[in-house]
């Protein structure tokens, strides 16, 4: 268990797909998402979990409610890559209710501290759908600073749309929790 201040961070647990895939194919939650647009099936959900089971280049983990326990999304590291000390963050709040809460902040900072602190990462990549301004805000304010984008990289309700790409430092992190 990886603890924050208002979550923690388990290992995934089987037990939990299919609410994941119903939270992956709400169109609520997945809107500023590069999955789900097309609905995500069981076997897909399951093939997603097997995976992460067997994968040296992924460490994903559920995010649950401190105060209750309650599973509430889900958030990881990809393309973990231990030679050159780098991932890249991918995070969904779930629950409805709990969007523009702080808890996908809290996730974000318990995630980077893991990634900073136990595994010894020197850079963290995260990015977003342009357009979706409050995954852009929280990113920013977390300490990640624009690295790039990949113009016209998605084709979303209708139209094109550039991913944004930021990066933050270790030396970055360090320098911000003091």
């Not at 939650?29 to 590069?34: A, I």
């Not at 890559?81 to 709990?98: F, K, Q, S, V």
């Not at 995260?126 to 409050?134: D, L, M």
């Amino acid at each position: 268990m990886i603890r924050g201040n208002r979550i923690y961070l388990t290992a995934l647990d089987r037990v939990n797909a299919e609410q994941s895939r119903a939270w992956i194919n709400d169109p609520e939650v997945n809107c500023w998402m590069l999955t789900g647009h097309t609905p995500v099936s069981s076997a897909e959900e399951e093939a997603f979990y097997d995976a992460v089971e067997g994968s040296d280049s992924r460490s994903v983990f559920e995010i649950h409610l401190a105060e209750d326990g309650r599973y509430i999304g889900v958030c990881g590291l990809e393309e973990l890559d231990t030679r050159n000390r780098c991932a890249e963050i991918g995070i969904m709040i779930g629950e409805r209710g709990l969007h523009n809460s702080g808890l996908g902040r809290d996730a974000i900072e318990t995630l980077a501290r893991f990634a900073f602190d136990t595994l010894g990462l020197h850079t963290l990549r995260i990015s977003y759908i342009e357009g979706n301004e409050v995954g852009a805000h929280l990113y920013r304010s977390v300490g990640f600073t624009d690295a790039g984008r990949q113009r016209e990289r998605v084709y979303l309700r209708g139209s094109f749309h550039d991913i944004v790409l930021l990066d933050m430092l270790e030396s970055e992190w360090r320098a911000r929790q003091t």
